[in-house]
């Protein structure tokens, strides 16, 4: 069974950036069938997909963060990462790290909060 | 303002059926692009419940079926549980924002 796990800090200050990692455990990241990816709740909120990263290292980002958003990937310590730059009040949300298979979401972490705040 | 619109609840009694419409566009459904649904409890994460417009993963009764007809898609839910309050999200991927995208989610209420 695939399982999935955010780490980092849960709360970030105004402009500075967020960053997460995700372990995956119960399977292995090297195969070209999934891809991974970052997706977060906004409290109260729908879901957003933030990007996703291919085992190539490949990525894709949504066109509303592009410009802050970069993700890796560490296949030999089976996590990949998300960093998020110039946060402000408006990333405050829940975000989770998945697996993605073909265009759906197989195998979905836990969550984690992150407050932006002074 | 979701790409995908879905009714922001929907409620039935025990044992009922309920129905949820997910609609979208020419740039996702229309374009050929699958529905794949998601259930959210209380306090967790979202869960597959429906892959590729009406594929049940493993251990996912068949009580939830789904479909998709041109732009359109839906969940059903037959003989309704307590269990089965939730958030329903309908998900696909869209060619005109090159993103995948999420319907705004539809809580379901049973009375």
């Known amino acids: 069974q695939v399982q999935l796990q955010e780490s980092g800090p849960g709360l970030v200050k105004p402009s500075q950036t967020l960053s997460l990692t995700c372990t995956v455990s119960?399977?292995?990241?090297?195969?070209?069938?999934?891809?991974w990816s970052w997706i977060r709740q906004h409290p109260a909120k729908g879901l957003e997909w933030i990007g996703y990263?291919?085992?190539?290292?490949?990525?894709y980002y949504s066109p509303s963060l592009k410009s802050r958003v970069t993700m890796s990937l560490d296949t030999s310590n089976n996590q990949f990462s998300l960093k998020l730059h110039s946060v402000t009040a408006a990333d405050t949300a829940v975000y989770y790290c998945?697996?993605?298979?073909?265009?759906?979401?197989?195998?979905w972490g836990q969550g984690t909060l992150v407050t932006v705040s002074s | 303002q979701s790409v995908l619109t879905q009714p922001p609840s929907v409620s039935g009694a025990p044992g009922q059926r309920v129905s949820i419409s997910c609609t979208g566009s020419?740039?996702?459904?229309?374009?050929?692009?699958?529905v794949h649904w998601y259930q959210q409890l209380p306090g967790t994460a979202p869960k597959l419940l429906i892959f590729?417009?009406?594929n049940r993963p493993s251990g996912v009764p068949d009580r939830f079926s789904g479909s998709k007809s041109g732009t359109s898609a839906s969940l059903g839910i037959t003989g309704l549980q307590a269990e089965d309050e939730a958030d329903y999200y309908c998900?696909?991927?869209?060619?005109?924002?090159?993103?995948?995208?999420f319907g705004g989610g539809t809580k379901v209420t049973v009375l």
């Open positions: 998945a697996r993605g298979r073909a265009t759906n979401i197989d195998y």
């Open positions: 119960g399977g292995s990241m090297s195969s070209g069938a999934y891809y």
């Open positions: 990263i291919y085992h190539s290292g490949r990525t």
């Open positions: 020419n740039s996702n459904f229309g374009a050929g692009y699958d």
């Open positions: 590729g417009n009406n």
């Open positions: 998900q696909s991927y869209d060619n005109s924002l090159s993103s995948f995208v």
